[in-house]
T-cell receptor, first 116, second 109 residues
Framework: EPEVTQTPSHQVTQMGQEVILRCVPI?????FYWYRQILGQKVEFLVS????????KSEIFDDQFSVERPDGSNFTLKIRSTKLEDSAMYFC??????????????FGAGTRLSVL | GQNIDQPTEMTATEGAIVQINCTYQ??????LFWYQQHAGEAPTFLSY??LDGLEEKGRFSSFLSRSKGYSYLLLKELQMKDSASYLC??????????WGAGTKLIIKP
């Protein structure tokens, strides 16, 4: 069964460093998403991406964050100058459709980011 | 504002039935999703409702009342592997998912 893959599974970084989280969405999917889940808290939407551009972003997704689809398969989230409060699980998701109601998003296993 | 409410934790017995409730308030509404999340793993899709009524899928059923802003997930014949968090998420008018904090379901033998 096709799945969303994310690497690395765990990333440890020093405060102020830049990190890149990688995702390979399901191959025939066109819409991609990043979510964040701080330990013990709810899943929070960061950004959605379609046709090589951001379609929606939340208040969390400020200038510290950027997304890119550098080639036909990868979808990355870059966090510049990481802060302690960026420590969380970051989930990538993809879906076949976007702006329709029954838009089932499939999630990767996540990257746990620890900022020290 | 947009808000999803669901109980923090529930406990049930193996073989029994449990109902997890969810109430939502969103800007527009394009459906209600339930996801299952085992600890440290990704959320996995369980069900989707956009019309009022009950959707049944094996041991799991999901109900929606749009007028009440209310949904529930019903799990029958509980198994130990059903121990997980169950996330309620409503899709708003921008097709964004607004997530609840999740209900941790503990199954006891």
């Amino acid at each position: 069964e096709p799945e969303v893959t994310q690497t690395p599974s765990h990333q440890v970084t020093q405060m102020g460093q830049e990190v890149i989280l990688r995702c390979v969405p399901i191959s025939n999917h066109l819409y991609f998403y990043w979510y964040r889940q701080i330990l013990g808290q709810k899943v929070e939407f960061l950004v959605s991406f379609y046709n090589n551009e951001i379609s929606e972003k939340s208040e969390i997704f400020d200038d510290q964050f950027s997304v890119e689809r550098p080639d036909g398969s990868n979808f990355t989230l870059k966090i510049r100058s990481t802060k302690l409060e960026d420590s969380a699980m970051y989930f990538c998701a993809s879906s076949e459709e976007g702006d329709i109601a029954k838009n089932i998003q499939y999630f990767g296993a996540g990257t746990r980011l620890s900022v020290l | 504002g947009q808000n999803i409410d669901q109980p923090t934790e529930m406990t049930a017995t193996e073989g029994a039935i449990v109902q997890i409730n969810c109430t939502y308030q969103t800007s527009g509404f394009n459906g209600l999703f339930w996801y299952q999340q085992h600890a440290g793993e990704a959320p996995t899709f369980l069900s989707y409702n956009v019309l009022d009524g009950l959707e049944e899928k094996g041991r799991f059923s999901s109900f929606l009342s749009r007028s009440k802003g209310y949904s529930y997930l019903l799990l029958k014949e509980l198994q130990m592997k059903d121990s997980a968090s169950y996330l309620c998420a409503a899709m708003d008018s921008n097709y964004q998912l607004i997530w609840g904090a999740g209900t941790k379901l503990i199954i006891k033998p």
